[in-house]
């Protein structure tokens, strides 16, 4: 019942942001009462902690399967683009500004989540990129994974980027695009246009 609850609390913050979804909402979607949704969650701030972490989870175990199914780090990038939509692309960007406004202490632990596990990700396939020659030598990797952490996160901005106007996959595409071929030597330029066409 727990994720019956939690998928429709999703489904419904997916679509109205955060601020619209209320307990009697979910439970009369459901056909079940306040009383059984309080049972498994205490509060709309643990059930939107949990939903948030839910997500979290998905897409870190997704960057991890892509990093241990291919050596080759330009292969991994690809992968990571191709699975944005799956692990991003649904996400309402409006939930970002109100989790950051109103729920600063789950916004507290995705940036924990985001110091631990995926700026160490970054910083691990930026150096193993080096030595593979997919990646230029000289570029200090610690600047750019505060730079691409700092792209990131302006995407979570409604004034950064108007979201009428694009969709959130389409501005992670393009950054980490740009990110790419600011790294990459003529080597890893021509290997990731050659993987790019086949995906």
């Known amino acids: 019942m727990k994720e ?16 619209g979804l209320t307990m009697d909402d979910v439970a009369g979607r459901l056909g079940i009462s306040k009383k059984t949704i309080y049972a498994h969650f205490s509060s709309k701030q643990e059930l939107v902690d949990f939903l948030v972490m839910r ?38 960007p409006v939930i970002f500004d109100e989790l950051k406004s109103k729920y600063r202490a789950t916004w507290k632990k995705f940036e924990e989540i985001k110091q631990k596990h995926m700026m160490a990700s970054l910083m691990y396939l930026l ?36 979201f009428q106007k694009y969709t959130f996959n389409q501005i992670h595409q393009e950054l980490l695009e740009h990110f790419l071929y600011g790294i990459c030597t003529l080597k890893g330029f021509q290997l990731y246009e050659k993987l790019k066409k086949r995906t």
């Open 127 to 162: 150096e193993k990129g080096k030595k593979q020659g997919y990646f230029r030598k000289s570029i200090h990797s610690d600047i750019l994974v505060q730079m691409r952490f700092l792209q990131v996160e302006s995407t979570f901005s409604s004034s950064a980027y108007p």
């Open 4 to 19: 019956a609850i939690a998928d429709t609390a999703e489904e419904m913050a997916l679509s109205k942001g955060l601020a």
């Open 55 to 92: 997500r979290l989870h998905h897409v870190v175990r997704n960057i991890d399967k892509t990093m241990q199914a291919h050596s080759n780090v330009i292969q991994v990038f690809v992968d990571i683009m191709r699975l944005l939509p799956e692990m991003m692309g649904m996400v309402n």
